[in-house]
């Protein structure tokens, strides 16, 4: 269950296809050249980019972190081990099952998004992409308790 001091991942899901893998086998990958500082968070919510169709530009599920490890693509996608980032190295992010959010949060206009620290009050009071943005003095919080990790 989702709480009001949970740390939140938004992080860019690219296709249905890697939703199904969340879904299905229940984790998600970074790349390790590209991850945010901290994984260690509570929860990832998933940004859905416009290869999602009408279901594009918005979040709409989240997922509970159980762990995390560092493997490489060609281990995650085994069925991709000629891929030219096969051999990189990845987080492999372990998921609880996706919830689905009440109402999902839209953007109010075109956004590129990779990642974005929020918190779980953040993330259940929120419209749009933007009411997810930390600012102020509980910014200073949030950075606190991700360093804490």
Known sequence: MLKPTDLILVCLI???RDMEIARLLGWYRIPLKNAPK???VDYLAFYQPTSFGERGGQVE???QVRGHELTTRGELL???SNHPRAKEEYFKIQLGGLEKL???IHTDKWKRLTFLYSTGEYLLNAKTLNDLVVEGEERNLL???LRER
Request: proline content about 17%.
């Open 102 to 104: 009440k109402e999902p």
């Open 78 to 80: 085994k069925d991709e």
């Open 14 to 16: 690219p296709t249905p």
């Open 61 to 63: 599920y989240i997922a």
């Open 143 to 145: 950075w606190k308790s």
């Open 38 to 40: 901290v994984v260690s």
